[in-house]
Structure formats: structure tokens, C-alpha cells
């Protein structure tokens, strides 16, 4: 909780409830209406066109960069006719062939040959072998040039063709030596019959020697039989292996010679960066969609006004600042176009003085640093025409002070050129500090508003820097100003945070007169008033007019801004207040 130090100065209590306040019933549906509309996403991207074409240039720059970095390589083709024997199924022996091509034996022979110092592994990753029909199997290699392209291709199809030789003449020795062993096996067989016969003939005659040897003869003769067949048919088999293995050797060859493929010259140097500007296009258009379309940001006048219950009377397009750049940093900055209307427009919004203190209160509901610098901007050319201004800056920080060299809490004088200013910046700890104007109670002891009658004499104009927080309220400002101009950057704040500021103001008991949009829409094409036309007011009325048109909402003209008639009777009994206050500081020891 926190006891305000004005809860004795007459301000209107902080009650949020009551009757004085009946916002439309179509504020929230006029609030979301078209949010999600295609003029919506147009306008989105409209706006952020800077962003999502400086994505399409990144895209473009990386495709550019990986195009040199990793330039397209060179290819080269060769075809091979195969002669296979039989094959249990058509394409299995084309199948193996292309095993065989992409093999570490394969490769490793074709590096001896192309005496390079590459690994097996990147250079199997270099081509592919693959199956064209039954007897035909092409190779494609990739390469940094047409050249090495071309050899490594034909240095691949010698080096396929010799292992895939070898092989078959591997196989063929192998048979070889299983029929040589078969052979060798029946020979055996009758040796050892012959040597059974052999040992009978050498024991006496007897019957049953004979009937034994007559066996044993049976016996060598089958075997000299199977003997003679098998060497005719492993004869045969090694005459058709041979024959076989020799139209697989000579009847495999390169087909078609390693040729370069087609290469042009400019299509990778333009596809790689085409298709890189491409994605970051799509990518920066997604970003800023997706932005538009999760944000709660008010950008429309008429949302604006609405949500503060103000019109908006002046909006200009993105004010740049920058801490480095010249001609964006400190007042240089108010220069700019933009803020030269924005300081026009605050000139043309104060008060009226009748006797007493012209007062004015600029809320920055979210950017504080142009507001600043519009006041401060303002504040030098009406010290400049021969007032005496005053300027408070009760913002975070000091960003007005800090524009006029004066950043230490109190009350100081900062002179820029001709003009001779007032600066007024409260302790760090006052985060409610009372001013100059209205009633205050006498136990508050020291405030700045004191401060200020200590330091000077009644002044012209009081400039003041206001920024409103919820969690502090905003009792303080009617002892500022009675008047007030609210200072919006289009999407930055929400339609709770601006109507927040909105109530806060009124329940201090300060008019809030306008509200400047900085940053707004080029494709808005609302007026900024806070109701429609259909509630029963013009858009006099709606935005504060010279008539009090609110009264017919339930509201008094001095309340909801819209009655000068009461507004100005408020004022000049501010005034007159102010007037007092300071005429008082001016009569007592401390005067000057």
C-alpha cells in the first residue's frame, strides 16, 4: 500500500467503480474487427518491408557465400558393357557389377591409378555406379573440374574392369581346384584298390583269395570307369569355364569413353543465391506475419483514440533516434521533421493563460525518449520568444533533464543558446512527487512543487514529463498540469496499457486533451476519434470540442474532456490556485 503524499489536495479519489464513466459497448468489437484481414497483413507487411527484404538480402548473400565457399562440381560420365555368365534371375548379375564399382577395392585401385592422396571414403562418396539394363552399368563422378571429372571416370571404369577380371579369374581357379581335387580324390581310389590287390596276389592261392580278387578287379574297374568319366567331364567343365571366363573378361569394355556432362557456366552462380533470397523472402514474410498477427499493439487512430477516450489530433511517421549517429543523437534529433510537427502541434495545445501559470503535461504511454525530446524542443522555443518556462521531468531516468545536461534530483537552470530553462527533477525515491498546482496539505513538507516557488518566480509555462504506471497510480499529475497531451507509438502498447493512462489521467482530475501517434500506419485511413458517430456525438464532441457534447454519456464536461465551458472554469480556478502558490513563494524568505 502507499499513502499518497496528495491525499489532502482536494484530487479526486481513485475510485475505479461508480457511474461517471460508461465506455461504448461496441469498443472492444470495433477494437478486434479486421485485426485479421488481408489490408491487415498488407499493411503488416508494408511496414516491415525493410525487415523482410533485408531477409531476402541475407538469403541471397548466404546462397552467394556457399556458392563460393562450395562451388558446383564438374561431372563426367562413362558407361560399361558387362558379359555375365548365367544368373539365377535377369538384373542379379548387373546388381553384383554394381557392388563390385562401388567397392573399397574398386576405389582404392582407381586412386593407385589417379595417384591421389584422397581418402576411399570421400572419393566413393564422389560418384555412382548405376545399372542402365542388364549388361550396361554407368558411372557418374563429380569433381572440382571437367578434367579430373573425365579421369576419374575413366580411371574408374579400368580399375572396375581389372578387379572384376581378377574376380573372375579368381572364381574360375577356384572351380579349378575343386575339380582338381575331385580328381584327385578317384585316383586315389583306385590306387588304393590296386594295392588291395597287390597284397592278396602276394599271399598262397586259396578259394577264397580268388573270390577276393576277382572282387577287387570288379572294384578297379568301376573306379578306372568313374575315373575316366570324371576327368572327361571336369575336362569339359574346365574348357566351358575357361571359355566362359574368358568372354567375361574380353566381352566386358567400356562402352561409352569418359565424357564431361553438360555444365553451364552461370546457372549455379545464379540459382544459388536466387534460391537463397528466395527462402529468407519466404522466411522474413513469415516472421513478420506471424508478428503482426500475435501482437496486441494498437496501430489504427481510431483504436488509439478509443482506447484513450481522446482523439488523436496529429500523427507523423517513425522518429529515428540513436545515441551514435549525428543528426539522431541528443537535440540534434529535434530537427527532424517529424518532431518539429509533434513540437508545433504541443505549442498549439497549451492552455490559454488568464492570469496565472500556462501548464501543459505530455504522458508518454511508452517511448518516453521522443516525448522527451519534443517537450524539451518546445520548452527552448517558448524561452526563446521571452516566457519563463519551467520544465518537469518526473520520467524514469530524467530523459528530459538528461537532454538539457541536468540529470541530479531538484531544481536547476540549463541554458541552451538564448533560452534560459527551469529543470525540476524529483528524488529517486518520490515516485509520486506533488507540484505547484492545487491545494496540498500542509504536512507535506518539501515537495518539489516547493521546490519549484523557492527557485524562481511565477513562471509562464510549466512543461511537465509525466509518465503513468498502474502499479503507482497517477494522483500526482493534476498538481502539473490540467492539461494533458498523450504521446502513443503506433504498436507498441496495448488497448488495456493505453486505456489504462486514459483513466488514470481522468481520475486526477486532468483533461486529457489529444494524443500525438508517432511511428503511425501510412495505410491508416482513420480519423482518430474515440467513439463512432453513431453514439450521438460529432466529432467535435468526441474529441473535446468547443461544446460539452459528453455530458450526454453521463459524464461532466470537465471529467471526460469533451465541455470547454467547464474545462476552462476548472482551469482558471487551477490557475488562480497556481497563481496563489506562487505569489506566496514570491512574498516569503526564500523568494527571488
Partial sequence: MRLSPDRDADLPERAWG???????????????????????????????RRAWCAMAAVGFLIGLGVYVTSPPVYQASTTVFLTNGPEPQPGAAVADDQTIAQSI?????????????????????????????????????????????????????????????????????????????????????VST?????????????????????SNLRTQEDQANGALQQLQQTIDGTRADSQALTTSQVTGSVVLNAAAPLPHSRFKHLVLYPLVGGILGLVLGLGLVIVRALISDGLRRRDDIARALGAPVRLSVGRVRLSRWW???????????????????????????RSGGVAALAVIPVDDPQVAALSLVSL?????????????????????????????KPGVDMAILGNARLIVAIPEPDDVAPAGPLGRRSPQVKGSLGEAIAAACAAPDLLLTLSPLDPALGGEHLATWAGDAVAVITAGRSSWTRIHAVSEMARLAGTRLDSAVVVGADETDESLGMPYPAEDGQDAETAGGGEEAG?????????????????????????RSDTQDFFVAADRGPGAR
Avoid at 543523437?329 to 492552455?351: F, K, S, T
Wanted: proline share 5%; charged share 20%; glycine share 10%.
Fill in 18 to 48: 461508480g457511474g461517471d464513466f460508461t465506455p461504448p459497448e461496441d469498443m472492444a468489437a470495433d477494437f478486434n474487427a479486421g485485426l485479421t484481414s488481408l489490408g491487415f497483413i498488407r499493411a503488416a507487411l508494408r511496414r516491415s
Fill in 326 to 352: 549525428p543528426g539522431r543523437r541528443g537535440l540534434a534529433a529535434a530537427n527532424g521533421a517529424y518532431v518539429r510537427r509533434i513540437v508545433a502541434y504541443l505549442d498549439g495545445a497549451i492552455p490559454a
Fill in 550 to 574: 459528453a455530458a450526454g454519456n453521463g459524464q461532466d464536461a470537465e471529467t471526460t474532456g469533451g465541455g470547454q465551458e467547464a474545462g476552462t472554469a476548472g482551469r482558471r480556478r487551477k
Fill in 193 to 213: 584298390i590296386r594295392g588291395k590287390i597287390r597284397s592278396l596276389l602276394a599271399q598262397p592261392p586259396s578259394p577264397a583269395r580268388r573270390i577276393q580278387l
Fill in 105 to 189: 577395392p574398386v576405389a582404392r585401385l582407381a586412386l593407385q591409378k589417379l595417384r591421389l592422396q584422397e581418402s576411399v571414403g570421400s572419393f566413393i562418396a564422389s560418384y555412382v555406379a548405376t545399372p542402365v539394363t542388364d549388361r550396361a552399368l554407368s558411372i557418374v563422378v563429380d569433381a572440382p573440374t571437367s578434367s579430373d571429372a573425365v579421369s576419374r571416370a575413366s580411371a574408374l571404369a579400368t580399375a572396375f574392369l581389372r578387379y572384376r577380371a581378377v574376380q573372375l579369374q579368381a572364381q574360375q581357379s577356384q572351380l579349378f581346384r575343386s575339380l582338381d581335387q575331385q580328381v584327385n580324390a578317384a585316383r586315389q581310389n
Fill in 379 to 407: 520548452a527552448k522555443s517558448c524561452a526563446e520568444r521571452g516566457m519563463r518556462v519551467v520544465v518537469a521531468d518526473l520520467g524514469s531516468g530524467a530523459p528530459a533533464g538528461g537532454l538539457l545536461g541536468v540529470k
